[in-house]
């Protein structure tokens, strides 16, 4: 039964605990990330319960689907030992098929409880049951086997049934070899699978809503399709396109994606699935050979850990303080105390203060300042809660940055954010020194 028709795949987590909203279904988001690499459409998501009959409704809706059947149905959950782990048998049900002992399967089980040192149970060997037309997928860190299988015989149409474990460290490592075998069988029926390109474009200080507006003329293009999302503290862009080779695909995403840059100019901030602004600072840092050092208060030391998590970090890392006390400011970093009487200690001036004064007393190249009003108490009318001043030392000048995030937020999240605007100052000076300094030496501005 050749066929031309694009392969389509709809993926189907088992488990009440899903529905309860006690588990969280990431793999769902894994699979559908996979699946698109290998140029298979996925049109929808479906969740169902530890309940036969409602798995076996799942079933019948996503094959027989007017417009649009799926080939491909990706089930993740209920390979498990216990009674309600029903996957396996409720399909063999579904389709009409005697189940059997995958003999590879029960040894495999037996032998992950003898290096152990434990006795496996009867249950544990229902493990190994599989219809008798599929075939086992190994299961190298589990005892719960998957299934591939062909199930075209019992459907209208070419169908091809994947069954993971719903553990995602399982699935993820029994991936490659039921895709081997998805593969093997979208050749066998001659479906065309398009290549699918495509790249994540990563912006600071502008909304989805702005973004929306600039590009108004590229939201509705089909091929490469431009969407937006909104991640924590920044918006990406995926830029994706289908082509019959890789290479078509990358030519129709280039022109977009460079329009799109130049468009968003002064937010853009880089380009790949993640990309962290500390991850940015860290390169320009050692790409430039320069330190850093760090005082904060209100962050109580979220910065400095970021810019930590990086993998080499002690090569731009000088010394990060926290300094959370007007005492402390004085005695460690040599905030005048008159100045914080006077000033405040959440002022452009202390800000600066703390800068240069760490600056100093490291040596480092740059030296970065937090202080602010994290909530949900401390706030008044002059000064609410979300308000943070940021002082930047250079070698081209001091200076502070007034930033106010909303104070609707918890105090871990205005903390975030606070961090997230910090670094992305320090990543804006990094780039472009002289520029930086140009703008820095305009009146006094606010980013809200």
Sequence with gaps: MATNTTPTAEIIAIGTELLLGDVVNSNAAWISNELADL????????????????????????????????????????LGPTADDLTVATLAKHFGEAMTSDPASEAAIKAFFIARGMTHSPSNLKQALRPQSAKAITNPIGTAPGIAWDVTQHCSHPAFICCYPGVPKELKAMWAEGTEQLLAWIDTYNMPRPAMARTFLHFFGIGESKIGELLADMMDSANPTVAPYVGRAEVRLRVAAQAPSLEDANALIDPVRQTIIERLAPYYVGEGEAFPVEERVADLLKTSQHTIAVA?????????????????????????????????????????????????????????????????????HISLALTGIAGPDGGSDDKPVGLVWLGLATPHGTWAKQVQVNPKHKRPEVKFWFSQYALHWVREYLQHPAEFSEKQAAPEHSLA
């Design 39 to 78: 140029g298979i459409a996925v049109y929808h998501h479906s969740t169902v319960g530890d309940n036969p009959a409602r798995i076996g409704e799942v079933v019948h809706t996503a094959l027989t689907r007017p417009n649009n059947p799926a080939n491909i149905l990706i089930f993740t959950g209920g």
């Design 296 to 364: 904060e208060s209100c962050t109580g030391g979220l910065v400095s850990s970021r810019l930590t998590d990086i993998a080499g970090s002690s090569v731009y890392t000088t010394l990060n303080m926290v300094a959370y006390s007007n005492a402390t400011k004085t005695s460690h970093l040599g905030v005048p105390a008159t100045l914080i009487e006077t000033e405040d200690a959440v002022s452009a001036a202390v800000a600066k203060a703390m800068a240069d004064g760490i600056r100093g007393k490291t040596g480092s």
